[in-house]
């Protein structure tokens, strides 16, 4: 009689740890598996910011671009206040306004604060256009008699993380100078 409580006693002591050794397997997999879903989830927002950024520089480019192609008078670019004497690289870093006469408005593109605005000063109308830009340079460039505008444009990443930066270049010519 002895022999067989002592072989049952045996049996349960090794059902324990057989079930400590699963517990532990089972907690290990599920860490694994949520860590691996996590990073899933910040990489998936991440591409949904970089996306959403996207988008919204393209909308601002095509706004621009039929801005400039619908000015009717001389295009003009000037460094905010305080920005004379600077280069155009700095100038692009501290903000700019340029000036796109149509018709019967003049529309404003200001780039100040890290931000692009699409201003009617007769409307008194302001539009944000792009945040947190890092840096916005509108420059000409003159093509077989024609004047183009180039507007080259920098994002500001919202992720430490990413490698490639988020950079366009926009260009336009007026049909009607």
């Known amino acids: 009689m002895k022999a067989t409580i002592s072989k049952s006693r045996g049996a349960a002591g090794?059902?324990?740890?057989?079930?400590?050794?699963?517990?532990?397997?089972?907690?290990?997999?599920?860490?694994?598996?949520?860590?691996?879903?996590?990073?899933?989830?910040?990489?998936?927002?991440?591409?949904?910011?970089?996306?959403?950024?996207?988008?919204?520089?393209?909308?601002?480019?095509?706004?621009?671009?039929?801005?400039?192609?619908h000015a009717t008078g001389t295009i003009s670019r000037e460094p905010l206040a305080g920005g004379e004497g600077k280069t155009d690289l700095e100038t692009a870093a501290a903000g700019e306004v340029v000036r796109l006469p149509e018709a019967d408005r003049t529309v404003v593109y200001r780039f100040a604060d890290g931000a692009v605005r699409r201003e009617i000063p007769a409307l008194h109308t302001s539009e944000l256009l792009l945040a947190r830009v890092t840096t916005s340079q509108m420059t000409t460039e003159s093509r077989a008699g024609v004047t183009a505008w180039r507007w080259e444009l920098e994002l500001r990443l919202r992720r430490s993380e990413t490698q490639l930066p988020l950079l366009f270049t926009f260009e336009a010519a007026q049909t009607k100078p």
């Not at 324990?16 to 989830?41: K, M, N, P, R």
């Not at 970089?50 to 480019?61: F, H, Q, S, V, Y």
Request: hydrophobic share 55%.
């Open 14 to 69: 090794v059902l324990l740890i057989e079930c400590l050794v699963y517990i532990a397997v089972f907690s290990i997999l599920t860490g694994i598996g949520l860590a691996a879903f996590y990073l899933c989830w910040d990489h998936s927002k991440a591409l949904v910011y970089a996306t959403e950024d996207i988008r919204a520089a393209l909308l601002a480019g095509e706004r621009w671009r039929a801005d400039v192609r």
